[in-house]
């Protein structure tokens, strides 16, 4: 499966638009990600601002192969790397979404695969993380809760929280 990071939003809340490489518990957000998702993801692929130069070197340094647009915002930044990976399905994970629980995201990941919808939309108690399983670029959706499993890191509050919890 192609799975594509998008970290191209301008983290005005947190202060560093760089979110992906804030360091939590030894590793990078992004390097958790890549860790918790690498057994499902055949082809790596980032969307980043070409402002975003450490986000970029670490990228590059997973092996992940990265595309650079300036900033449009995220659906219109989300529809250009669709159209360029080209293949189904695609998994998209934001760059500032901590994975929590790794083994329950795979599970739920897995269970989304076998769904027929073209977009399954992986939601936190109601809210949309951005984590999103695409099957076409779109028509029928469904959500998926992961509550518990991953958060979205928009503040320095949300920093802190993931910061004191457990992980697996």
Not at 38 to 50: K, L, S, T, V, Y
Not at 51 to 65: A, N, V
Not at 89 to 101: F, H, Q, S
């Amino acid at each position: 499966m192609n799975c594509l990071i998008i970290a191209g939003g301008m983290g005005t809340r947190i202060g560093d638009p760089e979110k992906a490489i804030i360091e939590i518990g030894g590793e990078t957000i992004l390097e958790r990600s890549v860790r918790c998702l690498r057994c499902i993801c055949d082809a790596w692929h980032a969307m980043i601002d070409p402002s975003m130069q450490r986000t970029k070197r670490m990228l590059r340094s997973l092996g992940i192969s990265v595309m650079e647009k300036e900033r449009g915002g995220y659906i219109e930044d989300l529809n250009y790397a669709l159209g360029i990976i080209g293949k189904f399905p695609i998994l998209v994970a934001p760059g500032d979404l901590y994975i929590i629980r790794c083994r329950d995201i795979l599970e739920r990941i897995r269970y989304s695969i076998t769904l027929d919808e073209d977009v399954i939309s992986f939601t936190d108690d109601g809210k949309f993380t951005g984590l999103s399983l695409f099957n076409d670029f779109g028509g029928s959706y469904i959500n998926v809760d992961i509550s518990g499993y991953a958060m979205n890191v928009n503040t320095p509050d949300d920093l802190e929280k993931i910061r004191g919890m457990g992980r697996t």
